[in-house]
């Protein structure tokens, strides 16, 4: 127990931090202005004790709790990409939120964050079910935290009763699953050969995959599962939005990899047409839906789906080559997609964000402007930014396996989104406001505070490493 408790020690540390903050707010309530700063340090310390953790790999690596978590490799991974996430949300909402709801604010974002590692480190469906929902309930009460805004209550709401009925239906597919494998646990390939299996076994297994599918769909925005994501990204805080988008889908992501493993669409076909059928319609319907967008907030949730439908790549090709440059892909869109949103979060705050409002940004704030073409860029996947990079590891890996013509398709996607990333920088430097503001009005430049110029700094700086980190990737993955 002591080694499990060591192995697991920065998930118990920031889940103490969070029920220390709303203590700390309710004992020192003239202290409110130290719950950020007490957020942010209690992140920093538990990317510390993660990489302490990771340095005693050899006598902490393995199975806890009565094998219902894993510590490896891959939870290192996703508890330092997480801990990064966090810090730059953290600053992205320092003077977004009032002091009356500070402390509920950043507890409950620390408290989804360990839901995050439970559910990559997890070794049973179980376990994914207990960390989507440990990852989801505080998202919903952040979603409609602003309770005097009447878009944020709606949106909160629609998630969550949109929410709650995707995990019925993924908890129903567990539930067959275990009928007919008589296990959950994936610490062994859950997925077996269809062969050792009776004809009602092999039909139940399909059944209960495509439920469990449709409930992990609706968590990571796949179509046709994303029909919530929308309207929530347009009512939502912005600093909870660039969160919700992201991160919890390279989470559920991640695990899907673990759960199916790298054989799967080979030892079931039927599912693995339901996969490249999820991934097509993806990118495609985002892609082509995020074009008629005026909101830039909208848009961005079209691109989100896009985005899954690029991941699911690696998921229906499998094999060592897709696992690695779906972890670069799964990088590079955090940093990537989390920026976006905070430069938009900077021009536009809390309210809804236009194209318009962004014109002219080239002149009234020329870093926004330039870091915001970064990530346009990027997610577009121009050369040589990091989005480049990533989207051609995952093509070659899938044409490497045979999945050449599904490569094409995301390739031609690519060149679509390339559109509505395009019309964000053509109003940037090649438009001017609807409304010319006067010289020196407080209109006249976009202001940015320090914490939030810091969360836009960092993700501009990793996008452009990850840029550089590319080119090793290439050369390295095997074939």
């Known amino acids: 127990m002591t080694q499990s408790l060591l192995a697991f020690s920065p998930e118990i540390f920031l889940t103490a931090a969070a029920l220390g903050l709303v203590c700390f707010d309710?004992?020192?309530?003239?202290?409110?202005?130290?719950?950020?700063?007490l957020a942010l340090a209690a992140v920093a310390v538990m990317m510390t004790l993660a990489v302490v953790v990771a340095a005693q790999a050899g006598g902490l690596y393995g199975e806890h709790f009565a094998g219902a978590l894993k510590l490896d490799a891959l939870t290192t991974y996703a508890r330092l990409l997480f801990g990064c996430a966090g810090v730059l949300v953290i600053l992205a909402s320092w003077d977004f939120y009032g002091e009356r709801s500070v402390a509920e604010y950043f507890a409950l974002f620390m408290l989804s964050l360990v839901g995050e590692v439970v559910i990559v480190s997890g070794t049973s469906l179980l376990m994914l079910f207990i960390g989507i929902e440990l990852l989801a309930i505080p998202t919903y009460v952040l979603i409609a935290l602003l309770k005097e805004q009447a878009m944020a209550v709606e949106a909160g709401l629609k998630y969550f009763l949109l929410g709650m009925f995707a995990s019925v239906i993924m908890l129903y597919g567990i539930a067959l699953l275990y009928g007919a494998l008589g296990t959950v646990s994936y610490i062994r390939p859950l997925f077996v050969d269809p062969g050792t299996l009776l004809p009602a076994q092999r039909e139940l297994v399909l059944f209960g995959f495509f439920l469990l599918m449709m409930g992990v769909g609706f968590k990571i925005v796949a179509f046709p599962f994303h029909f919530w994501s929308p309207d929530v990204y347009s009512g939502g805080s912005t600093p909870v939005v660039a969160y919700i988008s992201t991160v919890p889908k390279v989470a559920i992501v991640l695990a899907l990899f673990r759960i199916?493993?790298?054989?799967?669409?080979?030892?079931?076909?039927?599912?693995?047409?339901?996969?490249?059928?999820?991934?097509?319609?993806?990118?495609?319907?985002?892609?082509?839906?995020?074009?008629?967008?005026?909101?830039?907030?909208?848009?961005?949730?079209?691109?989100?789906?896009?985005?899954?439908?690029?991941?699911?790549?690696?998921?229906?090709?499998?094999?060592?080559?897709?696992?690695?440059?779906?972890?670069?892909?799964?990088?590079?869109?955090?940093?990537?997609?989390?920026?976006?949103?905070?430069?938009?979060?900077?021009?536009?705050?809390?309210?809804?964000?236009?194209?318009?409002?962004?014109?002219?940004?080239?002149?009234?704030?020329?870093?926004?402007?330039?870091?915001?073409?970064?990530?346009?860029?990027?997610?577009?996947?121009?050369?040589?930014?990091?989005?480049?990079?990533?989207?051609?590891?995952?093509?070659?890996?899938?044409?490497?396996?045979?999945?050449?013509?599904?490569?094409?398709?995301?390739?031609?996607?690519?060149?679509?989104?390339?559109?509505?990333y395009v019309r964000v920088t053509q109003q940037m430097y090649g438009a001017e406001p609807a409304l010319a503001p006067a010289p020196g009005s407080a209109l006249a430049r976009v202001r940015v505070k320090l914490p939030l110029r810091a969360a836009i700094v960092l993700t501009a700086t990793a996008t452009l490493l990850l840029g550089v980190a590319g080119v090793t990737l290439l050369t390295s993955l095997p074939g």
């Open 26 to 37: 309710v004992l020192v309530p003239s202290a409110k202005s130290s719950i950020r700063w």
């Open 260 to 420: 199916l493993g790298p054989q799967f669409t080979q030892l079931y076909p039927t599912a693995r047409y339901f996969l490249i059928a999820l991934s097509l319609l993806s990118m495609t319907y985002g892609n082509v839906v995020a074009l008629m967008q005026d909101d830039v907030r909208r848009m961005l949730a079209y691109s989100g789906i896009a985005n899954t439908g690029y991941m699911l790549i690696a998921l229906v090709a499998g094999g060592t080559a897709s696992y690695s440059a779906l972890q670069f892909f799964l990088i590079l869109y955090t940093f990537t997609n989390l920026g976006a949103f905070f430069v938009v979060l900077a021009v536009s705050g809390q309210e809804r964000s236009l194209l318009t409002d962004f014109a002219g940004l080239g002149k009234r704030g020329p870093f926004l402007a330039f870091a915001m073409a970064i990530f346009m860029f990027s997610l577009a996947g121009t050369p040589p930014l990091a989005g480049f990079f990533g989207k051609f590891a995952l093509f070659r890996a899938a044409v490497d396996r045979g999945f050449w013509w599904l490569a094409l398709a995301a390739l031609l996607n690519s060149v679509i989104s390339v559109a509505y």
